[in-house]
C-alpha cells in the first residue's frame, strides 16, 4: 500500500508542475513586450546632455568635440543655474523642466556651478573637434 500512495503522490505533484508552467507562460509574454525601453529616449536626443538630478549633474564629467552644443535639463522642483567658473557661460536660473542650450567653441576644461547652490559641480572637458 505505501508504494501506491508514494506513486499518487508523484503523480500529483507532476501534473501540479506542469500545469503551473503551462498557466505561467502567456503572462510571462504579455510582460517582456509592455517593457518600458528608456534607452531608446536616450538614444533620440542628438545633443549630448547633462541632467540635473538630486541636485546633482549627471554627468559630473562630460567629454565633448570643440563646436557641440550641450544642452543641460533641470529635472528638479527646485531651480538651478550652469554657471562656469570663469564667467564664459551663466544659464541663470531654470526652472523645472526647463532646458538650456550652450555651444562649447573653445577646447579646454570648463568647471561649472550652480550659483544658487554653490556645492552642485560638474566639468565640461572640450576636445579639439576632428575635423
Ligand atoms: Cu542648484
Same mark, same amino acid.
Given at each position: 500500500?505505501?508504494?501506491?500512495?508514494?506513486? *499518487?503522490?508523484?503523480?500529483?505533484?507532476?501534473?501540479?508542475?506542469?500545469?503551473?508552467?503551462?498557466?505561467?507562460?502567456?503572462?510571462?509574454?504579455?510582460?517582456?513586450?509592455?517593457?518600458?525601453?528608456?534607452? /531608446?529616449?536616450?538614444?533620440?536626443?542628438?545633443?549630448?546632455?547633462?541632467?540635473?538630478? +538630486? *541636485?546633482?549633474?549627471?554627468? /559630473?564629467?562630460? +567629454?565633448?568635440?570643440?563646436?557641440?552644443?550641450?544642452? *543641460?535639463?533641470?529635472? +528638479? /522642483? /527646485?531651480?538651478?543655474?550652469?554657471?562656469?567658473? +570663469?564667467?564664459? *557661460?551663466?544659464?541663470?536660473?531654470?526652472?523645472?523642466?526647463?532646458?538650456?542650450?550652450?555651444?562649447?567653441?573653445?577646447?579646454?576644461?570648463?568647471?561649472?556651478?550652480?550659483?544658487?547652490?554653490?556645492?552642485?559641480?560638474?566639468?565640461?572637458?572640450?576636445?579639439?573637434?576632428?575635423?
Amino acid at each position: 500500500m505505501k508504494y501506491i500512495s508514494y506513486l *499518487f503522490l508523484g503523480l500529483a505533484s507532476t501534473i501540479l508542475v506542469i500545469v503551473f508552467s503551462l498557466s505561467s507562460c502567456a503572462p510571462n509574454r504579455q510582460s517582456v513586450t509592455s517593457t518600458p525601453q528608456p534607452q /531608446e529616449i536616450i538614444a533620440n536626443t542628438a545633443n549630448p546632455t547633462v541632467k540635473i538630478v +538630486d *541636485f546633482k549633474y549627471l554627468p /559630473e564629467n562630460l +567629454d565633448i568635440a570643440a563646436g557641440d552644443t550641450v544642452q *543641460f535639463v533641470n529635472q +528638479d /522642483e /527646485e531651480p538651478h543655474t550652469v554657471t562656469a567658473k +570663469d564667467g564664459s *557661460f551663466n544659464s541663470k536660473g531654470l526652472d523645472n523642466a526647463q532646458v538650456w542650450k550652450h555651444t562649447f567653441t573653445q577646447p579646454g576644461t570648463f568647471p561649472y556651478l550652480c550659483s544658487i547652490h554653490p556645492y552642485m559641480k560638474g566639468t565640461i572637458t572640450v576636445n579639439k573637434s576632428k575635423k
